[in-house]
């Protein structure tokens, strides 16, 4: 978005005269400003105004809501799949251009670690912060609501897994929000909450440095946040995070952010990469060794100019990975290049604009040079370090000076003043603690009083998909009282079969709420209005112990429902 702001402002007189055009091709119609995620999943910003709308910001240029699948630049033409591609029939549509620029960003790099993909919550798109932020809030009414321990430890367990900018951030943010939360809650502390950061390096936040990096560990440490180092997620199956130190930590939430990997995309090209799948790239910002394309950001293996006369770096100059000096160290025959951070892609975008107006004017080329000027990381509300210009700054300075530097890169004044205006309100009135979960399924609670079955959520929004096999203690997982009027077991039906007034009562054709005190299912034990087993399967949170519910009465049907009884009261 930052390369198409600049080209819009530069060629402005190009658009108009309807000499150029700028298409834009993105999988969503904004942009997400990602450092702001951990204080929007705290609640400190509204999801609204971490996300900047493209067809507002870019209105001179052609905006197509869809997803690259591949670039065929010999023939100048990429093939973008669009939201009405599935209701035309018509396949992929082609489009032609005569300058390419890739910028893609990145995607989550997970490893092949047993239930991952099942249980699993990433955290790099504004959808997964509010999701995770309600999963959290959601768990502590699990654990309210309960009388089993086991369940409730699960649900107050939070597992982390990576100690980069994104682990640290989200972690300390929502940890921060959940122990102000808990004070709201007649039987939950904030020390029952259990909060663990995993990494398998031996620091965290490199980018900080490495005495930064020990505060954050103490900070941390000295708010009950277990923080294992040299560690790794060897399995989360049966909602168990089992580590390669030997610990297991009984959870329902394990947030995976253990570093990102070039956009599929660039796979489906036919230009240059590099050994681990970046666009190589000259200092001028062009594709090497092609006319005509472009690439900035993650995607983009770009030389660092500055790595001769930079001195520093956490490990070494660069040697390896670069961590702590903005850049990653040299592959094969590729010199160091600077590192896929926010702090380079918004000034390579600015300068790679800027060389494709050259370029089509016919002017020289400007080389990208920027020497790293360090790293800010908030820990929490007023907590933070930084280590800029060689200053090391914790505590309350780092905390503002993260802020500031990221209200001065969030594109468009309009964003800038709506952040500020938050911030303002959130020091003057109280945290907001509600969840919206309901929010992943609108018309959830409209196709249940349609007769409808109501969507089933899965675990990354922190809902349990319906699931025949119970969680039960007992042998074959049946309670020896638990059988429905005919005999048998109420879970002893097809996988396809559920009722489809699942979650109402047959006798009045309300919803289910009859539940006992601190229990997770319906009371159903004894006949309503004389009809047997008058409770059915609802959708409830993802991990509870019990899916069982008696089968609707024999020869019943939703038809047989009485005015009177579906009447709101």
Known sequence: MYTALRLQRKLKQRLRSGDTEIVVVTPEPYMTYQPFLPEAAAGSISPRHVVVPLRRVLS???????EARSVDHAKRTASVVTLATDEEGTGSREIAYDELVIAPGS???TLPVPGLAEHGIGFKTIEEAIGLRNHVIEQMDIASATRDPAIRDAALTFVFVGGGY???????????????????????RADDLKWVLVEATARILPEVGEAMGEYAIRELRGRNID?????????????????SDGARFPTRTVVWTAGVKPAPLLAATDLPLTERGRLRCTPHLAVQGVDHAWAAGDAAAVPDLTAAEDRGG?????????RGTG?????????????????????????LADNIVASLSGEPLKEYRHAYVGSVASLGLHKGVAHVYGRKIKGYPAWLMHRAYHLSRVPTFNRKARVLAEWTLAGLFKREIVSLGSLEHPRAEFQLAAGSKPPISGPPNGKRPISNRPISKHPNGNHPKDKA?????????????????RGRRPDTGRPDTDRGPGTDRPVTGGPANGVPGSGFQDDRPYGLPDDRSPEPPKGWRPEDRRPEDTEEN
């Open 60 to 66: 001179h240029c052609t905006i197509v809501i869809g």
């Open 107 to 109: 995607v989550s790099r």
């Open 166 to 188: 994104a682990g640290v951030e989200a972690l300390a943010e929502l940890e921060d929000m959940a122990r102000y939360t808990s004070r709201y809650y007649h039987n939950i």
């Open 227 to 243: 923080v294992r180092l040299d560690t790794r997620l060897e399995s989360c199956e049966d909602r168990t995070a089992v580590l």
């Open 314 to 322: 956490a490990q070494g100059g660069g040697r390896s990975e670069g």
């Open 327 to 351: 850049r990653t160290g040299a592959v094969g025959d590729m010199p160091p290049t600077t590192a896929p951070n926010a702090q380079h892609a918004v000034r390579q975008a600015k300068l």
């Open 485 to 501: 009027p005919n005999g048998k077991h109420p879970t002893d039906r097809g996988p396809d079969t559920a009722h489809p007034d």
